[in-house]
Structure formats: structure tokens, C-alpha cells
């Protein structure tokens, strides 16, 4: 479903401008899925998004990108209730 943030989770050199482009359409994605109650939907995507969140963390991305992650994953969680 969220191809591009497992994508980035496998690349480790990442361009810091595609992370965040793929948080937000991940966060645009997310919406449909909460609306519809797909709660399985929600928290694979959640999984993907904390993921992500530690990755970044790790490879040492900018502030930028970190709170992007961060974000996708916060709103995820409120999608789970």
C-alpha cells in the first residue's frame, strides 16, 4: 500500500526532499482509509510511518524530514483512535 515509504526504508542514502514527499502523500492517502474504517489499513500504515520516523532518526536527515515522519506517524496514531 505505501510503497514509497518502504522504498525509502530500503534506501539508505535517501534524498531528504523524496522522504518528505512521501510522508505527505502517505498523509493524503491516510484520510480515505480512516474514513472508510479500514483500521488495518491504518496501522500498517502506522508501522511503515514509525519505521520510517526510526530510520530517519538513525541516518542523521535533517529537522525537516524528521518531523515530517513524525507527523505522518502522530496522525496515524489519531486515524487508529
Known amino acids: 500500500m505505501s510503497a514509497d515509504l518502504a522504498a525509502i526504508l530500503t534506501d539508505p542514502a535517501a534524498d531528504p526532499v523524496a522522504v518528505i514527499a512521501a510522508c505527505q502523500l502517505a498523509a493524503a492517502r491516510l484520510r480515505p482509509l480512516v474514513t472508510r474504517g479500514l ?9 511503515q510511518a514509525a519505521a ?11 529537522k525537516d524530514v524528521r518531523l515530517a515522519a ?3 506517524c502522530r496522525r496515524a496514531e489519531r486515524g487508529l483512535g
Do not use: F, K, W
Open 70 to 72: 513524525d507527523e505522518l
Open 52 to 62: 520510517l520516523s526510526q530510520h530517519v532518526r538513525r541516518t542523521g536527515l535533517d
Open 39 to 47: 483500521i488495518d489499513d491504518v496501522g500498517e500504515l502506522r508501522a
